[in-house]
T-cell receptor
């Protein structure tokens, strides 16, 4: 089944304790992206990647890191989490085909709480 | 990407057609109109997209006005499971980012 998976789905942690949220897709998609969703602010893009070893900042990259060493994986790293990073996080992926833009597939979300 | 405007909320009776409007008066010629929905904190789900012509798939129909300044998403026979926030997004050029607004909360009532 074509899907985007995220782990963990729920995480409660403390300020400053490094964590990684994994994202994996099995559709051979070139494009992958991370969003965070907060009440009243909607979904905002954190980082994105157009292909292996190609990443770039989205609208709210501060406090986050990403890497794209393999096409299928796009982990989100919080080196020193803070309470303002408490949020619902989504990973998404899509094909890149010329100028015809395809649907983006979203993962189920990771609910992160930083105390 | 062009700004889109949607009503905050709408109600629909189960089994009836749900018509969700979207205004995108500043859309440019190469921007597509996309519709996604999000069911209660799940990951957003793609519904349909179009450029100029009306489009239909197994989930919905998309009607785009001739001047492309507005569009309507039609769910022909709404069910309770269609209760969700529906997002209309205008996107084009080389931009793969989806800019989500506040969307329309569609509530399908029994």
């Amino acid at each position: 089944e074509a899907q985007v998976t995220q782990n963990p789905r729920y995480l409660i942690t403390v300020t400053g304790k490094k964590l990684t949220v994994t994202c994996s897709q099995n559709m051979n998609h070139e494009y992958m992206s991370w969003y965070r969703q907060d009440p009243g602010l909607g979904l905002r893009q954190i980082y994105y990647s157009m292909n292996v070893e190609v990443t770039d900042k989205g609208d709210v990259p501060e406090g986050y890191k990403v890497s794209r060493k393999e096409k299928r994986n796009f982990p989100l790293i919080l080196e020193s989490p803070s309470p303002n990073q408490t949020s619902l996080y989504f990973c998404a992926s899509s094909l890149v085909q010329g100028t015809i833009y395809n649907e983006q597939f979203f993962g189920p979300g990771t609910r992160l709480t930083v105390l | 990407d062009a700004k889109t405007t949607q009503p905050t909320s709408m109600d629909c009776a189960e089994g009836r057609a749900a018509n969700l409007p979207c205004n995108h008066s500043t859309i440019s010629g190469n921007e597509y109109v996309y519709w996604y929905r999000q069911i209660h904190s799940q990951g957003p789900q793609y519904i349909i997209h179009g450029l100029k012509n009306n489009e239909t798939n197994e989930m919905a129909s998309l009607i785009i006005t001739e001047d492309r300044k507005s569009s309507t998403l039609i769910l022909p026979h709404a069910t309770l499971r269609d209760t969700a926030v529906y997002y209309c997004i205008a996107r084009g050029g080389s931009n793969y980012k989806l800019t989500f607004g506040k969307g329309t909360l569609l509530t399908v009532n029994p």
